[in-house]
């Protein structure tokens, strides 16, 4: 005669709770380690867009010799973004706020890649048509420290930047004439 087991096997409900609270507490800590690297790679995407647009600046220039006008329609001395304008001084709001950029230098104008609807925050562009200044305030992770930093605002000490240090959240390219706005 066949004999059959009629203890059932598997797991009870004590120990599949410890394990789904075992993996809920190792992803946690995973997300959390990540948090850091994608705020890091938002900071990168910044500096690459920054160059992408200095190329741009330059070669508009090296063709109609002078660099292009600030959008939103605003004169010489005001910054223009396509952010919300906000805290920045003497600041105004459009898509096009680099005039002639556009298709023909570079394929679209950058926005913030997670804070441009901030008021104050994101990308800003001034020109006086013989220099120009195109910068980012956004800056999650990778802060600026000190005057020889490629991305600082100022090379040096003086003009926008009257601190020791320069603006450590914010993100710079400039002609030699803008260095020091």
Known sequence: ??????????????ELMVVVSVIGILSSIVYANFGGAR?????DVRKSALKEVQLALELYKAQYGSYPAAGCSVGSGVWAGPGPSGSMPAASTCSVYI?????????????????????????YYQSDGASYKFINNAIERKMVSSYEDEYARCPSQGGGCTAGTPPAGEYSVYSSGGAQW
């Not at 705020?39 to 900071?43: E, F, I, K, N, Y």
């Not at 950029?101 to 926005?111: G, M, N, Q, R, V």
Request: aromatic content about 12%.
């Open 99 to 123: 005039v002639g950029l556009t298709p023909d230098f570079i394929a679209t104008l950058p926005t913030d890649p997670s804070r441009e609807s901030e008021a104050g925050i994101g990308y």
């Open 39 to 43: 705020s890091a790679s938002r900071d």
């Open 1 to 14: 005669m066949l004999k059959i087991n009629s203890r059932f096997f598997g797991f009870t409900l004590v």
